[in-house]
């Protein structure tokens, strides 16, 4: 059976009631990305939560506004929590929409890789380094066919991360005291990265432990380019293991059925980079005919003066069947 699996930023998607008309505009235009992708299956990164009147906990409610109407409207809504909540985070959570039933999904937070302790290198107390979003998983059943495991992805960005005492005003206070305070927050927000793509992998490869043949894809926004760290950790490839012993658990890029100047997502100060991707194991990959990136007139993110009615991010569709 054909599968049309994609994955998309949606560039903090939010509602606020004072101001239903910037949303259904915004709307508007994802729901025509949408129907430009005419996905089965989407993975969906930056998802906001919004309060209900009367109820505890938030909702994605943005998310739902979207989907009525669009091509998505009826698809089955699985998303990822607030690591010790009960409900969805206020920012940033990440969701899977499928056309064919979800029969199990979960999230991954520290179950596989433990905090890092870290002892700041200027002084104070040892902190957790704990990662900024659970991975979301989801096992999807297509008529007729094995079922197909997502994991939903994304990862910390590299920008420098909290440190204690690292700024004048503590944790979104001023300026950094200096500059080996930054650095050493920077190589923070690294590990964090790498962190979480090894938690990733690990999880895969409990996959492929209880079925060596199973189609597994890893995608969204990585925030790394295919030769950076967590890529590398995640894809697995017998040219960064210099061993072909483990080339059945690889995870394969599917960029590369792209030419080299059409591989990006992202424009950032004028330079494509390309940093959401769809990995998949080697049964998956065979039987992809296709891979797309709408990328066409994406705006520069360095040079975004208001909120862009789309996202900075381009959607990755690949067709496989």
């Given at each position: 059976?054909?599968?049309?699996?994609?994955?998309?930023?949606?560039?903090?998607?939010?509602?606020?009631?004072?101001?239903?008309?910037?949303?259904?505009?915004?709307?508007?235009?994802?729901?025509?990305?949408?129907?430009?992708?005419?996905?089965?299956?989407?993975?969906?990164?930056?998802?906001?939560?919004?309060?209900?009147?009367?109820?505890?906990?938030?909702?994605?409610?943005?998310?739902?506004?979207?989907?009525?109407?669009?091509?998505?409207?009826?698809?089955?809504?699985?998303?990822?929590?607030?690591?010790?909540?009960?409900?969805?985070?206020?920012?940033?959570?990440?969701?899977?929409?499928?056309?064919?039933?979800?029969?199990?999904?979960?999230?991954?937070?520290?179950?596989?890789?433990?905090?890092?302790?870290?002892?700041?290198?200027?002084?104070?107390?040892?902190?957790?380094?704990?990662?900024?979003?659970?991975?979301?998983?989801?096992?999807?059943?297509?008529?007729?066919?094995?079922p197909l495991h997502l994991l939903n992805l994304h990862l910390r960005a590299p920008r420098a991360a909290f440190l204690p005492g690292g700024r004048e005003g503590g944790?979104?206070?001023?300026?950094?005291?200096?500059?080996?305070?930054?650095?050493?927050?920077?190589?923070?927000?690294?590990?964090?990265?790498?962190?979480?793509?090894?938690?990733?992998?690990?999880?895969?490869?409990?996959?492929?432990?209880?079925?060596?043949?199973?189609?597994?894809?890893?995608?969204?926004?990585?925030?790394?380019?295919?030769?950076?760290?967590?890529?590398?950790?995640?894809?697995?490839?017998?040219?960064?293991?210099?061993?072909?012993?483990?080339?059945?658990?690889?995870?394969?890029?599917?960029?590369?059925?792209?030419?080299?100047?059409?591989?990006?997502?992202?424009?950032?100060?004028?330079?494509?980079?390309?940093?959401?991707?769809i990995l998949a194991s080697s049964g998956l990959a065979a039987a992809c005919r296709d891979l797309r990136i709408l990328n066409t007139n994406l705006a520069d993110e360095a040079h975004v003066d208001a909120?862009?009615?789309?996202?900075?991010?381009?959607?990755?569709?690949?067709?496989?069947?």
């Amino acid at each position: 059976m054909p599968l049309r699996l994609a994955t998309f930023n949606l560039e903090s998607l939010d509602y606020d009631p004072a101001d239903p008309g910037w949303f259904e505009a915004r709307a508007a235009v994802l729901r025509g990305v949408l129907a430009a992708l005419q996905a089965d299956v989407l993975c969906l990164q930056e998802v906001n939560a919004q309060r209900r009147p009367g109820e505890p906990q938030r909702a994605l409610l943005a998310l739902r506004k979207l989907m009525e109407g669009s091509v998505c409207a009826g698809f089955h809504l699985v998303h990822s929590l607030r690591p010790g909540g009960p409900g969805p985070a206020d920012v940033h959570n990440l969701a899977i929409l499928s056309r064919w039933p979800i029969t199990a999904h979960g999230q991954i937070h520290h179950d596989l890789v433990p905090p890092l302790r870290w002892t700041p290198l200027h002084g104070g107390e040892p902190v957790d380094l704990t990662f900024d979003r659970p991975i979301l998983h989801a096992r999807i059943e297509p008529p007729g066919e094995a079922p197909l495991h997502l994991l939903n992805l994304h990862l910390r960005a590299p920008r420098a991360a909290f440190l204690p005492g690292g700024r004048e005003g503590g944790r979104k206070g001023g300026g950094w005291r200096s500059l080996s305070h930054w650095a050493e927050a920077y190589h923070l927000a690294g590990l964090k990265r790498q962190g979480q793509a090894l938690e990733a992998r690990l999880f895969v490869e409990r996959l492929f432990d209880a079925d060596p043949w199973a189609r597994i894809a890893v995608c969204g926004d990585l925030n790394a380019d295919a030769f950076e760290a967590p890529t590398r950790i995640l894809q697995a490839l017998p040219e960064d293991m210099e061993t072909a012993d483990f080339a059945a658990r690889a995870l394969h890029p599917l960029e590369r059925r792209m030419a080299p100047e059409r591989r990006f997502t992202v424009v950032h100060d004028g330079r494509p980079v390309l940093l959401d991707h769809i990995l998949a194991s080697s049964g998956l990959a065979a039987a992809c005919r296709d891979l797309r990136i709408l990328n066409t007139n994406l705006a520069d993110e360095a040079h975004v003066d208001a909120p862009v009615k789309g996202s900075l991010h381009a959607p990755i569709l690949a067709l496989f069947g």
